[in-house]
């Protein structure tokens, strides 16, 4: 049954509708006329082998004509015009590059026409629609036709024709006829070689898209369709871009045939194409005029222009008022553009044509077909934010700086590089414009080296914490305001390039400004004190490596008024004195044992003195003046004030909401990507997780790092005030002890100074007041912090100080967790302190060793009803009983674990149990409870501390004395601790040497 060819067409259209539906918006290619008077009627069941064979012979045909075509205008026309050219001296290289490249271009036509008519040749029998190279190759044809307009259409834009007709008019004077043969009408000649160069070549597209079109029909459910399909839509995209370059190139030729030269010379590409002129479609910005390139947006404005590449431009359609209507905002950087449209249809024009452009600019590639889909706003959507190189002009900072990175609405945002002419360059955050959040500056220092900032930033200036390292080898670690060093800070040089030396504190608008330590190593002393505008200014104290120090007020480097200077063999010097240890008045000089003269003095110290004065000794019936016992730092800086640049940053983090995005800035650390290495890790437990804790239920830190391997075992029995109380203090020793918990990084920081202001070569004991002061102040301090960071579940209990318990305070919660950070430098102030005392208490050990228990316990005057030896028949030389637990053994045992622990609670815990021990024993011996009263008790703690052997047992006592919680004195804890100093003092006496030893 035959069809209607018409119908037929109808049906096929339907089926290839799914493909074409995106060019239906847009001007259609014009059909080709009939290619065949022999063309018949289809069923719908008609072989589509058959169909291709005869098409296939069609195309043979076309392909054939095609070629000679190509091959008689290659001859005729554009040989002719090549060789003109060639033979013009005057004309511009540039031309005869671009008609040489068509020639070229139109060869690799000829060519591809050529391998065409073979292959169809071979397989003209046998051709099935896969075989067909326009099914087959559609991609690598439409690569040579667009190949071949581009380079068309870049010949029209030099107005290449014109110049061409000029140079070849006698020619063509005399070849009239051959220019006739191709185009009839009377028009330029100029015009008759545009279209004899492009028309021919489109036709032939239009040709092939109505032989996929005759293939296609009548086969609406083969499923062997789809790929004709898809060529046929490749051929209509060509034949409509085609035609958009064509009118595009016109637009593009005209433009700068009527702007001025030094507009072209500063403007012209050839490969650039203008897609709108404010002087076609009417859009007022001021007196400028506004030109779209593919590329680019060009602002004119008389013969100067400024010119934005597209990826650093945004446009925003502006809220129509009552007053104005129809207006673009037009954004790049460094400036704003406000444009009127005539009315609401040319402001969409605009609109979607600024946008259609942006967006094919970001993408990195021009549609295909030109203006891709769609003719509306909606159909068209642009990134705010984008990647971009821009070079600034006239900003007041950045002038001819490059910045490569991240932008949103004109303004840097996000991350990038700013490098500047001079070598400065900037890698790190931005944001509004302006260097926001972490960054790194490198900026030239001397000819050979560059200073590198790697800090916080807060609106294009050095705000929060940072490193910098100098290019003198100088490193400065810490807190930054307005790009000047501010707040607390560590500088550092290490002596390669300078004098060594390194300065832990405080600095006020780039200057050491308040409490600081300064090492010289070079001089040999360290200077702990007040600093104003890099001077020692203030009360301060001065340690020099042989271990003289002094202390006095200072002035502008400048001892002035009285001071005290403390020398190696414990001497004491108060009166004035300047910083080079040069006596210059009225002074007291106090000697270890006691001697002291007063009056006036001179020369500088250790070269002799010369005094006139009184010397006087104490009388022998009072004790002499200590001068080894004597502490410095009465009147430095109030203690917790002295490192308020480290706490005053942790409270301004609180402040801002515990942000995890300030934590950095504020704390001091960076991480490269902070948000995965806290994925995991929440400041606060969830509530959740608290309030269901039941008595077998491990506590978990999420605050902490890793996983929780703390031997906590299970919470209390009692549900109430002690389990929440135990998860407190579990829960805080976790923080403290996480580096990536913020109580953790605070007590690193404090650890850290503490190690630089005490520890080294100027560790000295005259310092250990104000040391255990610090640490104390630091507890309170951290205990003050603590409550922010307390567990969901607890934190309307104590959020507030007020509202703890007493049996919570720094000295139970916090000191026990944070003294092991100190203790190492800490105890050995201690040790150093006490270092005479605890040698005589040692020999007093190593005398007492001697003895058998028997002739220690008669020696002590215990009483021998509390002897555990009294049942068993011990001769004078035999030291201990062979029964286990007795002889106090358990209570040795018990007390020598009291230099195992750092903390002064469980100190003072092994303390108590040694004294139920020894109660215990006693109370064994008699077989009935008995309470020790303290004529019992003091002597059988001499014998247990005697045959304990704790070394250092002074710093112990005192370290625990003064590191207690002050609510336990006047307790059992106190009594014990006094009667431990009592037994430690008893043992340092000459009595118990051998010369008094019983007989």
Aim: hydrophobic fraction near 35%; include cysteine.
């Amino acid at each position: 049954m035959t069809m209607d060819p018409g119908g037929r067409r109808q049906r096929a259209e339907a089926h290839l509708r799914p493909h074409l539906s995106r060019f239906t918006t847009g001007r259609m290619p014009p059909c080709s006329k009939p290619l065949s008077n022999a063309r018949t009627s289809l069923r719908p069941g008609t072989d589509v082998k058959e169909k291709c064979q005869r098409e296939a012979a069609y195309l043979f045909k076309l392909e054939q004509a095609f070629k000679n075509q190509l091959l008689d205008i290659k001859a005729q026309i554009l040989q002719p015009l090549v060789k003109a050219e060639a033979a013009d001296l005057k004309s511009r290289a540039h031309l005869k590059e671009h008609l040489s490249v068509l020639e070229t271009t139109l060869d690799v036509l000829c060519d591809r026409a050529e391998d065409h008519c073979s292959h169809l040749n071979e397989n003209l029998r046998s051709s099935a629609h896969g075989e067909l190279y326009l099914v087959k190759d559609a991609q690598h044809l439409k690569e040579v036709y667009i190949t071949y307009f581009t380079t068309f259409t870049n010949y029209v834009v030099l107005s290449g024709f014109e110049h061409i007709a000029k140079q070849t008019s006698d020619h063509w004077k005399r070849n009239k006829n051959t220019l006739k043969r191709y185009y009839k009408d009377s028009s330029s000649i100029s015009m008759s070689l545009h279209r004899i160069l492009h028309q021919p070549v489109r036709l032939q597209v239009q040709k092939y898209i109505d032989i996929l079109r005759k293939l296609s029909w009548g086969l609406e459910k083969n499923p062997e369709v789809k790929p004709i399909a898809e060529a046929l839509v490749t051929f209509i995209d060509l034949d409509k871009w085609i035609q958009q370059s064509l009118d595009v190139a016109t637009s593009t030729k005209t433009l700068w045939s009527s702007l001025g030269s030094k507009l072209t010379d500063l403007l012209f590409l050839p490969g650039r194409r203008l897609w709108e002129d404010s002087n076609n479609l009417p859009a007022t910005c001021g007196d400028s005029r506004l030109l779209l390139f593919e590329d680019s947006l060009v602002v004119v404005q008389g013969s100067e222009a400024k010119t934005y590449r597209l990826n650093v431009v945004w446009i925003e359609r502006l809220v129509d008022t009552s007053s104005e209507r129809n207006r673009l905002k037009i954004i790049v950087p460094e400036e704003e553009f406000i444009c009127h449209m005539q009315d609401s249809k040319s402001l969409m024009v605009w609109l979607w044509k600024l946008k259609q452009a942006i967006r094919q600019c970001l993408g990195g590639k021009l549609d295909y077909p030109l203006w891709g889909e769609g003719n509306t706003e909606t159909t068209c959507t642009v990134p705010a934010r984008r990647f971009a190189t821009y070079t600034f002009v006239s900003h007041p900072r950045f002038t001819y700086a490059t910045y490569e990175g991240d932008w949103h609405m004109g303004k840097p945002q996000g991350s990038g590089i700013m490098k500047w002419p001079d070598g400065r360059n900037y890698a790190g955050q931005y944001e509004g414009g302006q260097e926001h959040g972490f960054g790194v500056h490198v900026a030239p220092g001397t000819p050979e080296s560059f200073d590198c900032y790697k800090c916080h930033w807060k609106m294009g200036k050095m705000c929060g914490y940072g490193i910098c390292e100098y290019g003198n080898g100088t490193v400065y670690k810490g807190y930054f305001q307005d790009k000047q060093r501010h707040g607390f800070g560590i500088l550092k040089n290490s002596g390669l390039k300078n004098l060594p030396f390194i300065y832990v504190g405080h600095w006020e608008n780039d200057r050491k400004s308040g409490y600081g330590v300064m090492d010289d190593p070079d001089r040999g002393e360290r200077y702990i004190g007040s600093w104003l505008d890099d001077c020692r200014h203030g009360d301060g104290i001065v340690i020099t490596q042989s271990g003289l120090c002094y202390e006095g007020t200072f002035h502008n480097n400048k001892m002035m008024g009285p001071g005290t200077i403390m020398s190696e063999d414990d001497s004491a010097y108060e009166g004035e004195f300047t910083e080079d240890l040069v006596l210059t008045g009225k002074g007291k000089l106090t000697f270890s044992n006691g001697y002291v003269i007063e009056g006036q003095f001179s020369n500088k110290w250790g070269s002799g003195l010369k005094t006139s004065g009184m010397f006087s000794k104490p009388p022998s019936d009072t004790n002499p003046v200590i001068t080894s016992k004597l502490q410095l730092g009465s009147r430095l800086t109030p203690v917790r004030d002295r490192w308020h640049g480290i706490f005053d940053q942790f409270w301004e983090f609180i402040k801002s909401g515990l942000d995890e995005s300030s934590l950095e800035s504020f704390l001091g650390f960076y991480s490269e990507n902070v948000k995965e290495r806290r994925k995991n890790v929440e400041y606060r437990v969830p509530a959740a997780k608290v309030d269901s804790l039941s008595p077998n239920t491990s506590l978990q830190f999420n605050p902490c790092d890793g996983a929780n391997d703390a031997d906590s075992g299970a919470v209390m029995q009692n549900q109430g005030y002690l389990a929440e109380t135990q998860w407190m203090k579990q829960y805080l020793k976790k923080a403290f002890e996480s580096t990536s918990h913020p109580l953790g990084t605070l007590l690193g920081k404090l650890v850290q100074v503490f190690q630089y202001t005490y520890c080294g070569i100027c560790m000295y004991k005259r310092l250990l007041t104000i040391a255990q002061q610090e640490v104390v102040s630091h507890a309170i301090q951290l205990f003050e912090l603590a409550s922010h960071f307390l567990p969901t579940s607890l934190e309307k209990e104590y959020s507030d100080v007020a509202n703890i318990s007493d049996e919570l305070n720094a000295y139970t919660v916090i000191i026990p967790v944070i003294l092991p950070r100190f203790y190492p430098d800490l105890f050995m102030l201690y040790m150093l302190y006490h270092e005479a005392d605890d040698s005589s208490y040692w020999r007093g050990i190593l005398h007492l060793e001697n003895l058998s228990d028997t002739k220690l316990l008669e020696l002590l005057q215990v009483q021998r009803i509390l002897w555990p030896l009294q049942d068993m028949h011990l001769t004078n030389n035999q030291r201990i009983s062979i029964v286990k637990d007795v002889c106090f053994t358990s209570a040795i045992l018990c007390f020598q674990k009291i230099s195992t622990t750092a903390d002064p609670q469980l100190k003072l815990e092994t303390l108590m149990k040694t004294y139920r021990e020894i109660e215990g024993t006693v109370s064994r011996v008699l077989n009935r409870e008995y309470n020790l009263p303290m004529d019992d008790l003091l002597p059988l703690l001499v014998y247990v501390v005697s045959r304990a052997k704790i070394q250092h047992l002074g710093a112990e006592l005192h370290l625990i004395r003064d590191m207690m919680d002050p609510t336990t004195v006047g307790g059992m804890n106190d009594f014990l601790l006094t009667a431990l100093d009592s037994c430690y003092q008893h043992i340092q006496r000459e009595e118990i040497r051998p010369s008094s030893l019983p007989k």
